[in-house]
């Protein structure tokens, strides 16, 4: 027997859920790509994407996943054999990182531990032995979607700046923009990507670049850019320029109407939404580790995200438990990636989430957790509807 007919709900850290109006922009004809409507949406995106990075710098719009943005990010800045330093914190700053050696950049990892953020001191001594300033470039992601770590990105700031030393800080926050906040200005990070699929509730295709005066004068020296991602290509004044080719068209018109909800519900509003939906995830979650069988992966509460919860299943294969979720209940939780591969899952919260999804999520998992027989504290979702309760007033 099942439960699971009805709509299937995902909840796996990306791609997260699409809302209607952004599946239903895109359902119109192809327009025309050198006038009209089309030039003013490029307009009105690359004047609002900086303002979603918080930045004065220029935003850039390419055709691709995240892991095109990685590219578009590295090729645009750095020279064949110059170093850049990763920090780990979990699968994808590394994985940028392979992406940049691949280009012929040498790469340094900066080793981390899965379960904590990125150490801001050990970053600063780094950088402090680097006297020659080989080290040009800093890769860094705000949340690992892996891990479910959030990386202080200011502190990491003033590591490279009690080192005096001058790399470029480049942030991932594919994971974070829409969720968390994120200055990309206050906290002087010189080069942003992100990606449309996870907190932009838009589907996957689309990757953003934002760069500042710091960046765009490295740009000028950088030799391994290439047509397609090139900034200087893609600053010309020809509409098609700004798309390298043809505009991705009705992931643009998906994106203004994601943009368009974003803007009216507010940043900060957004990221109180996601703070509030996390930690009603954690309250379930911690009550459930109650019976031992399962655990944060974050071990310092104060380094957990707000876009999703990566919770380990020590000595047991978590697949069971997912398998009873999406056939029996219809949720589609997320599988643990990389070293936590067989050893975990993930709850994403992020994007376009509110409490009875999440409430929905959880009583998946806690029905599953009962009918399987795994060890757990009851009452998670309790928790999470007291915590939500108490924190969600009716004025307020
Ligand atoms: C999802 C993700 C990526 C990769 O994005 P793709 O679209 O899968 O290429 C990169 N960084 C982070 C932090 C992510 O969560």
Redesign the pocket.
Known sequence: MTVANGREFLSI??PTNIPDAVLQAMHRPAIDIYSGDMVELTRTLLEDLPALFRTSGRAFIYAA????G?EAAVSNVLSRGETVLVLESGV?AV?WGDMARMLGVKVEVLRGDWQRAVDPAAVAQRLAADTAREIKAILV?Q???ASGVVNDIPAIRRAIDSADHPALLMV?C??SLGCMPFEMDAWKVDVTMS?S??GLMTP?GLAFVAANDRALAAHQKADLRTRYWDWTFRMGEVHYQKYGGTPPQHLLFALRQALDMLQAEGLPRAARRHGLLAEATRRAVARWAEGEALAFNITKPAERSNSVTTVLTPGRDPRPLLDYCRTHCGVVVGVGIGELSGKAFRIAHMGHVNAPMMFGVLGAIEMGLASLGIPHGSAGVQAAVDYLAREVRPQG
Do not use: L
């Open positions: 850290p990306g996943n995240g892991h095109g990685w994808f994985g992601v949340v690992d979607t991932d594919v994971a990606g699929q996870k996957p």
